[in-house]
């Protein structure tokens, strides 16, 4: 097992946005899978910087608490054009397969790391309420 799969869900996606750190809050919303918080900021300090998430059976929820822009990398087809993302928005990664973006400008946002675990524990948690 590779060091990056034993760090805390914050600490990975802190990782792979170029961090050594970043405070996560881990909680535990259902049962047994953790959702994780996590403040990721970026100064530029170059023209561009790579961010390579790994798969993951999970979601990324991204809440930009300042402008961003920053383009979507695929290995198998050109990079998506540079869009700006506004403050105060969101955007929703499925891990699954992993993703990749080149951000081209300082970044500040919440990372929620969600598992799909989460969506499988309140399904059955409803299913058990509703007498399933």
Known sequence: MQ????????????H????????SLITTPLRAAKLAITRLTHRM???THAVVLPPDDAFLVLLY????????????????AVK???KDTICLVNL???A?????SDFDALAFHVPHAIF??????????NGA
């Open 120 to 129: 499988d524990e309140h399904a059955r948690l409803s299913a058990w309420r």
């Open 84 to 86: 700006k993302y506004p």
């Open 65 to 80: 608490l300042k402008d961003v822009y920053h383009c979507d990398v695929w290995t198998d087809r050109p990079s998506t």
């Open 16 to 23: 792979s946005f170029g961090m050594d750190y970043a405070g």
């Open 45 to 47: 300090s170059e023209t």
């Open 100 to 104: 990749a973006i080149c951000i081209r």
């Open 3 to 14: 060091l990056i799969e034993q760090r805390l869900p914050g600490e990975r996606i802190a």
């Open 96 to 98: 699954r397969e992993g």
